[in-house]
Nanobody
């Protein structure tokens, strides 16, 4: 049974940083792309960042490029989203997702989802 468990969300002031973690279990993810999405109240879930479990291919939404970094720790089966220079508009529930090798920014390309972790950025 595939499980993705996010953690690390919280309340932070604008300009601050948070690091989200996503622990993956239940299968081998070496041929997967791991994505981060977010959903703000009343808005659709949107792509944030992604990287392939193997190799260095990474993808970022324009809104977070230069501020967010997605990385992984193979030994811990964990993917991270380092978020710096946070803005109030980054406030959302952040979701980790696992998709196929060619997955990138589309939600439909991801088969497995975590339960989400709340990030709130105060102004």
């Amino acid at each position: 049974q595939v499980q993705l468990v996010e953690s690390g969300g919280g309340l932070v002031q604008a300009g601050g940083s948070l690091r989200l973690s996503c622990v993956a279990s239940g299968r081998t993810f070496s041929s997967s792309t791991m994505g981060w999405f977010r959903q703000a109240p009343g808005k659709v879930r949107e792509f944030v960042a992604a990287r392939r479990w193997s190799g260095d291919n990474t993808y970022y939404a324009d809104s977070v490029k230069g501020r967010f970094t997605v990385s992984r720790d193979n030994a811990k089966n964990t993917v991270y989203l380092q978020m710096n220079s946070l803005k109030p508009e980054d406030t959302a529930v952040y979701y980790c997702a696992a998709g196929g090798w060619s997955a990138s920014f589309q939600k439909s390309q991801y088969d497995y989802w975590g339960q989400g972790t709340q990030v709130t950025v105060s102004s």
